[in-house]
C-alpha cells in the first residue's frame, strides 16, 4: 500500500489540474444543467466536467481504486476509496464568488488518510495526510486555541429547503447573542480548511454531505481542531462541529439543547 504522502500528493496533484480546467472553462455566468434538492441547488455541466476529470485521473494511476462522486456516485469496491467533490460552493461558482473549492479525500479500509482542498479562486491549496499535519503553501497549519465562545468567531451554512432554512436561521438567532460573530461562506470544504487556517475559531453547519466535509475535517483535525456530531457522535449530515478543543464543547453545549438537527 502506498504511503500517506504518496495519496496527498496525487489527491493534490488532481485537484490542481481540476481547478485549472475550471478557470479556464468557466463562462461569465454558467448555465444551470439540473437541480437537486431544491430548485436552488443546483448543478452545472462543470460539476459533471470536473468530477468527469477527476475520475480519468484516478483511473488512469490507481485502477482498482473504489470513488464515490458527488456527482456520479459510488464506483467499485476496492480498499482504497476517492471520496470527490467536483466543485464544493457550487451557487457561489455560478454567481463568480470566491468560495468554491475542488475537494478529494482518500480512505483506506474507511479510514480517512488524505485530502486536498484546492479553493481555486483564491490560489490556495490546503492539503493534510494522517498523522503528517495540515499544510498550506509549505506552511504548517494550527487551528486557533484557548478562544472562549464569546470571542469566537464562527462559520456557518445554510440549507436549500425553505423549512431547514427557518430552523438554521432560529438556531443562529440563539448562537449570534452568545459569539463574537457569524461568517458565511457557502462553502463547507472551505470553512472546515479556514477552521484550519485561524480564520475562524469554530464552524457548525446541519445538511453537508460525506463529500463536502471528508478532506476538509482532515485538514482541519490535522491543524489540531475536534470534529464532531452531538452527543459524541461522528460528524454527519445531520450535524458537523468543528473547533479546538475547549471551544468545541462550549459551541457543542450551546448547540445541542436548540434542537439543530430538525427540520422543521
Known amino acids: 500500500m502506498e504511503s500517506v504522502l504518496t495519496f496527498v500528493r496525487l489527491a493534490e496533484e488532481i485537484s490542481r ?30 460539476d459533471r466536467a470536473s468530477e468527469e476529470l477527476i475520475r480519468d485521473r484516478i483511473r488512469a494511476v490507481r485502477p482498482g481504486d473504489a470513488i464515490l462522486g458527488e456527482e456520479g456516485g459510488s464506483t467499485g469496491d476496492g480498499r482504497v476509496r476517492w471520496i470527490v467533490d467536483p466543485i464544493d460552493g457550487t451557487v457561489n461558482f455560478l454567481y463568480g464568488l470566491p468560495e468554491w473549492a475542488v475537494s478529494l479525500a482518500v480512505e483506506v479500509d474507511g479510514e480517512i488518510v488524505a485530502g486536498a482542498v484546492n479553493v481555486v479562486p483564491r490560489g490556495e491549496v490546503f492539503t493534510a495526510g494522517r498523522g503528517e499535519g495540515a499544510w498550506l503553501g509549505g506552511e504548517r497549519l494550527r487551528c486557533n486555541t484557548g478562544v472562549p465562545l464569546g470571542r469566537a468567531l464562527i462559520a456557518t451554512g445554510f440549507g436549500y429547503e425553505a423549512g431547514r432554512r427557518k430552523v438554521q436561521a432560529e438556531v443562529l438567532a440563539q448562537v449570534l447573542p452568545r459569539v463574537r ?63 479546538a478543543p475547549g471551544l468545541f464543547e462550549e459551541l457543542h ?9 430538525r427540520d422543521a
Open 253 to 261: 453545549d450551546l448547540l445541542a439543547p436548540l434542537d439543530p438537527e
Open 181 to 243: 460573530d457569524i461568517r458565511r461562506g457557502g462553502s463547507a470544504a472551505s470553512d472546515l480548511c479556514s477552521v484550519a487556517a485561524g480564520r475562524v475559531d469554530g464552524y457548525f453547519e446541519r445538511g453537508p454531505q460525506y463529500w463536502d466535509y471528508a478532506a476538509g475535517g482532515l485538514v482541519a483535525t490535522e491543524a489540531g481542531a475536534r470534529i464532531g456530531g452531538l452527543g459524541g457522535r461522528p460528524y454527519n449530515p445531520d450535524l458537523t462541529i468543528c473547533a
Open 17 to 46: 489540474e481540476a481547478g485549472e480546467m475550471l478557470l479556464a472553462k468557466r463562462p461569465a455566468r454558467p448555465e444551470v444543467l439540473a437541480t437537486k434538492s431544491s430548485p436552488t441547488d443546483v448543478v452545472t455541466a462543470l
